[in-house]
T-cell receptor, first 115, second 111 residues
Framework: SAVISQKPSRDICQRGTSLTIQCQVDSQVTMMFWYRQQPGQSLTLIATANQGSEATYESGFVIDKFPISRPNLTFSTLTVSNMSPEDSSIYLC????????????FGPGTRLTVL | AQSVSQHNHHVILSEAASLELGCNYSYGGTVNLFWYVQYPGQHLQLLLK??????LVKGIKGFEAEFIKSKFSFNLRKPSVQWSDTAEYFCAVSGNTPLVFGKGTRLSVIA
């Protein structure tokens, strides 16, 4: 298993601003995932972040809105840009076991409220 | 594309009652199936998983789930719930992609 931490744990932001969320893993991993959980909804995959290459975004998510960095094998950031109230969600990072379809281990999440 | 349906949005049970949470998935190929649990204020954590073999899998805290391939189902069960089982439960599936989650079922156990 992996131990994952996220910063900040929560934040309240004004519309039009940006917030960068950090994700730190206690071991080296090739892939990291970023999910969004909107109020009353399921977890939705935003993108897969691979070290050394550009992130792969799921349908409905674009790099301009959710730029991702992956500078090394234990760290990643997700930025939520030009925020609107619709971006109010919990954002989670996760890492898989040995394969992409394996068990995933999740961070505690970042609860974002946009006013 | 993969999808997951969880039939119950909110379930309220008395302590010692039996639990069954429904989960159906849509995917034509081989899948891995998971149940995750999120206790109030805590991380998402794995409850149990099915990759292959015996379709009845046992997880932590007395939970079990049965994979019925013909019904595309992976229902979660527990014979006797406790107040501490109050949590949100998510069914998830992975075929050839990272996990796809259902919308979750909130379980409230009352004394």
């Amino acid at each position: 298993s992996a131990v994952i931490s996220q910063k900040p744990s929560r934040d309240i932001c004004q519309r039009g601003t940006s917030l960068t969320i950090q994700c730190q893993v206690d071991s080296q991993v090739t892939m990291m995932f970023w999910y969004r959980q909107q109020p009353g909804q399921s977890l939705t995959l935003i993108a897969t972040a691979n070290q050394g290459s550009e992130a792969t975004y799921e349908s409905g998510f674009v790099i301009d809105k959710f730029p991702i960095s992956r500078p090394n094998l234990t760290f990643s950031t997700l930025t939520v840009s030009n925020m609107s109230p619709e971006d109010s969600s919990i954002y989670l990072c996760s890492v898989p076991g040995s394969r992409i379809t394996d068990t995933q281990y999740f961070g505690p999440g970042t609860r974002l409220t946009v006013l | 594309a993969q999808s997951v349906s969880q039939h119950n949005h909110h379930v309220i049970l008395s302590e010692a009652a039996s639990l069954e949470l429904g989960c159906n998935y849509s995917y034509g190929g081989t899948v891995n199936l998971f149940w995750y649990v999120q206790y109030p204020g805590q991380h998402l954590q794995l409850l149990l998983k099915y990759f292959s073999g015996d379709p009845l899998v046992k997880g932590i805290k007395g939970f079990e789930a049965e994979f019925i391939k013909s019904k595309f189902s992976f229902n979660l069960r527990k014979p006797s719930v406790q107040w501490s089982d109050t949590a949100e439960y998510f069914c998830a599936v992975s075929g050839n992609t990272p996990l796809v989650f259902g919308k979750g079922t909130r379980l409230s156990v009352i004394a």
